[in-house]
């Protein structure tokens, strides 16, 4: 796990080259003009527009919106219907140019009703990206929201041009303020929208806030690509010892996402440097009995760390009874509790450990919490879990392994 696993942070560098607008567009509605409001040179070549859409034939449409437009001195409402029409043909037609044209007449018309422009302004921000006018589509997406507009597409597909166009401080801006509209309403932010968020902090260089979003996604949408994430995340802190690299390896495999053999050999390693053989041995029988370990040129190497594992287990064995029977203190009430602990006998772990605690003077207290909190979790008492885990403090390595595993005891 020091050498973090290169596809684990696939998804974010997945995401930056999504290109597909992400909501349906709107159809700009090309309202059947009523002769009484409309001149006869100009409803005519209009309503012959509309009939060659209905046929499909978008290139007849546009030519007679635009025969409509080369009437004299047009009246802004007949320009408005004549632009609606052009705008609808242009759009299905897939002339972006024209489109957009029409379209901004449209929403910046005083003759259209502000409850129109809002389906405008979603087929205008679509064929601004279908052009690859980022710019664009960003302005006239930003105007959307704050006339009301409530497509949840809009503003995320406007946070994803920002992405794309390397504008990375815009869309935690962005984002944040989204953050902030969904906690007024008791709601979560969409993940691609955390997902993004995750992203600018990657490319601003922004550690702190990265790690803030991650743990955010595995809190929110918890996967075993962002778990992995995190905990390699962790690793990498500085000044990590030993039994934190084991209790974030624990985590791991709790999450599903032990896979390597590396992962599996560090585990081991660390957990007889920790004097819990008995942990090392289990770890590497699971690790032969998934068949990633055993074989290739590691496999002589493997089948000895197994053999010392188990002999180490066996010599504990002889002096754990003698351990827990002259156990009177917090430190060897604790050293008890961890042997349970690796063992997986999860009652008497957190039964050793609650004396531990209850005799105090540790000073691995946090640890040792932690310890009795992941062996309620798996008793399945998670609401003693998460009591215990709300002690820890001080330790950021610690507070933050509790706060995961508190996502857990859900």
Same mark, same amino acid.
């Given at each position: ?56 034939? !978008?290139? &007849?449409? #546009? *030519?007679?919106?635009? =025969?409509?437009?080369? +009437?004299? $001195? ?83 597909? !406007?946070? &994803?041009? #920002? *992405?794309?166009?390397? =504008?990375?401080?815009? +869309?935690? $801006? ?83 996402? !032990? ?152």
């Amino acid at each position: 796990m020091k050498k973090q696993r290169a596809h684990t942070a696939h998804w974010a560098n997945q995401l930056i080259l999504l290109t597909g607008l992400l909501f349906c567009m709107a159809s700009v509605h090309a309202q059947a003009p009523a002769p009484a409001t409309l001149r006869a040179e100009v409803h005519k070549p209009l309503t012959a527009a509309q009939e060659a859409m209905k046929s499909n034939q !978008m290139d &007849q449409a #546009l *030519s007679f919106t635009r =025969e409509a437009l080369a +009437v004299s $001195q047009l009246t802004p409402v007949e320009r408005a219907f004549v632009m609606r029409t052009q705008a609808a043909a242009a759009v299905r037609a897939k002339n972006w140019d024209l489109a957009i044209e029409s379209l901004e007449f449209l929403v910046t018309s005083p003759d259209v009703p502000q409850t129109d422009k809002r389906s405008m302004l979603e087929s205008l921000m679509n064929a601004c990206l279908q052009k690859k006018d980022n710019t664009r589509a960003v302005k006239w997406g930003r105007q959307y929201l704050q006339d009301g507009g409530t497509n949840p597409g809009i503003r995320l597909a !406007m946070i &994803q041009t #920002l *992405s794309v166009m390397g =504008e990375h401080k815009q +869309v935690l $801006q962005e984002v944040q303020e989204k953050m902030r509209l969904d906690a007024a309403a008791g709601q979560k932010t969409p993940e691609q929208e955390l997902r993004l968020m995750a992203i600018s902090y990657r490319q601003l260089k922004d550690d702190a806030g990265y790690m803030s979003t991650l743990k955010r996604l595995v809190n929110d949408y918890p996967t075993k690509a962002y778990w992995v994430e995190v905990i390699g995340r962790m690793s990498q802190q500085p000044g990590l010892n030993p039994r934190q690299e084991l209790n974030l390896y624990r985590l791991l495999e709790q999450t599903g996402n !032990m896979e390597e053999v590396d992962e599996y050999i560090e585990m081991a390693n660390l957990a007889i440097k920790a004097g819990l053989p008995a942990e090392a041995l289990r770890v590497l029988s699971k690790g032969f009995d998934q068949g990633v370990l055993g074989k290739g040129a590691g496999a002589t190497l493997h089948n000895k760390l197994r053999a010392d594992a188990q002999k180490k287990t066996q010599e504990d064995a002889k002096g754990f009874a003698p351990l827990e029977k002259s156990a009177k203190d917090a430190v060897t009430w604790a050293a008890v509790a961890d042997v349970y602990f690796s063992q997986q006998n999860w009652t008497a772990a957190h039964a050793a450990y609650a004396k531990a605690l209850e005799l105090g003077g540790s000073k691995r207290e946090n640890e040792l919490r932690l310890h009795a909190a992941i062996s309620l979790f798996q008793l399945g008492q998670k609401d003693g879990a998460r009591q215990q885990l709300a002690n820890i403090k001080g330790d950021v390595v610690w507070t933050d392994m509790a706060a995961l595993w508190g996502i857990l005891a859900r």
